[in-house]
């Protein structure tokens, strides 16, 4: 078990793309993403990061972890935001129009549309119709 604080962090890049993550010390974190080392995230190779938007602290790893991975379900709008209210980050304004993400119903919803359903079938089915091919071959093979 590990003790301690953790934070989640939004960062800005040079090129107005955001980077969400989560760490025991941010700022160390920060400066491994801008330096390129090998400990730098692959999304900074081919970008640099500017600041950090946003910060929050969290008293365990998991707190901080699942506030990652729902901040990397959000728009960009909605990660401005956050920073905003959590870290005092600038005022992200009003939504854009094209802003908006679907919903995860709806996106499963559009995912399913092209694609058939797959026929769900039992194993005990499998093993049915295995044994009456080889009840039918073991007839055939004597009456031949």
């Known amino acids: 078990m590990t003790f301690g604080t953790f934070w989640t962090y939004v960062i800005e890049c040079d090129d107005g793309s955001l980077y969400t993550g989560s760490a025991a010390d941010p700022g160390k974190r920060y400066e491994d993403h801008a330096s390129g080392t090998s400990r730098a995230a692959?999304?900074?190779?081919?970008?640099?990061p500017a600041r950090i938007l946003g910060k929050r602290e969290y008293d365990s790893r998991a707190e901080?972890?699942?506030?990652?991975?729902?901040?990397?379900?959000?728009?960009?709008?909605?990660?401005?935001?956050w920073a905003h209210v959590e870290g005092g980050g600038p005022d992200p304004g009003p939504r854009p129009e094209g802003?908006?993400?679907?919903?995860?119903?709806r996106r499963r919803a559009k995912a399913k549309a092209g694609t058939p359903k797959?026929?769900?079938v039992r194993l005990k089915t499998i093993l049915k119709?295995?044994?009456?091919?080889?009840?039918?071959?073991?007839?055939?093979e004597r009456e031949e």
Do not use: C, H, I, T
């Open 129 to 140: 119709n295995v044994e009456q091919e080889m009840a039918e071959r073991l007839r055939a």
């Open 99 to 105: 802003d908006r993400r679907p919903s995860p119903r």
């Open 64 to 81: 901080a972890y699942r506030m990652e991975l729902a901040l990397k379900k959000m728009s960009p709008w909605e990660k401005r935001l």
């Open 42 to 48: 692959r999304y900074f190779r081919g970008r640099r």
């Open 118 to 120: 797959p026929r769900k």
